[in-house]
C-alpha cells in the first residue's frame, strides 16, 4: 500500500514538473503568478459580491470562507512575483502592470495593507447575515480600484 501510495505520489512529481517546463514557454512566470493571485482574488470577490446584490443566496459559511480566503491571500507575501523589470515598459502586454508600482514613492504596498486590513473586517462579519456583507464588502472593492486606477493599464 505504502508502494502504491509513493508510486502515485512520483507521477504527480513528474506531472507538476512537465507543467512547470512547458509553462516557462509562455509568458513571464512572475506576471503569471500575480495575475492568477488577482484571478483568485475576483473569484472570491465575485462570490460575495453576488450575495451583497441578493444575485446569489447568502449562505453564512460560504460568504465567511470566501472572506477568509481574501483576507488570507491579501496578506500573503508577493514579493516573489512583484519583481522589478517585470512593468509592461519591460514585457509588453504579457502584463498590465505599470512601472509606477516599484517607484520609490509608490503607494501599492500601503494599499495592499488597506485592502489586508478591510479583507480582515469583512471575513469577521461574513457569517452574520447578508445584510452585513454589502458594507464590509465596500473598503475591500475601494482598495482594488484604486490600485488598478494607479497602476494597472489601461486602455481607456
Ligand atoms: C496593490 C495593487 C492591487 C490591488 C490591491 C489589487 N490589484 Fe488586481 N491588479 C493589479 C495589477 C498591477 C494588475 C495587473 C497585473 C499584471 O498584468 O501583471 C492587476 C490585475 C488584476 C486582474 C486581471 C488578472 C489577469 O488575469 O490578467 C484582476 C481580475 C484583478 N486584478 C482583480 C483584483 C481584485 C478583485 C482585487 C481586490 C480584491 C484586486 N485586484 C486588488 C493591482 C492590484
Known amino acids: 500500500m505504502k508502494f502504491a501510495i509513493s508510486l502515485a505520489l512520483s507521477a504527480v512529481i513528474a506531472t507538476t514538473a512537465t507543467i512547470a517546463t512547458a509553462g516557462g514557454h509562455s509568458g513571464n512566470p512572475a506576471a503569471k503568478a500575480r495575475q492568477a493571485h488577482m484571478q483568485l482574488y475576483q473569484h472570491n470577490l465575485g462570490i460575495l459580491g453576488g450575495m451583497a446584490k441578493g444575485e446569489v443566496e447568502y449562505n453564512a459559511d460560504t460568504a465567511t470562507a470566501a472572506a477568509n480566503n481574501l483576507a488570507t491571500l491579501s496578506s500573503m507575501s508577493q514579493v ?9 515598459d519591460d514585457l509588453g502586454e504579457e502584463t498590465r502592470a505599470l512601472a509606477a508600482i516599484w517607484s520609490a514613492d509608490s503607494t501599492a504596498g500601503a ?39 494607479a497602476y494597472r493599464f489601461s486602455a481607456n
Not at 516573489?80 to 523589470?85: A, D, F, I, M, S
Not at 485592502?115 to 457569517?127: K, W
Open 80 to 88: 516573489g512575483y512583484w519583481t522589478p523589470g517585470t512593468s509592461r
Open 111 to 149: 494599499i495592499g495593507g488597506q485592502m489586508a486590513a478591510a479583507a480582515t473586517a469583512l471575513a469577521a462579519v461574513a457569517g452574520n447575515g447578508q445584510a452585513a456583507i454589502g458594507p464590509a464588502l465596500g473598503p475591500v472593492g475601494a482598495a482594488c480600484g484604486a490600485c488598478h486606477k
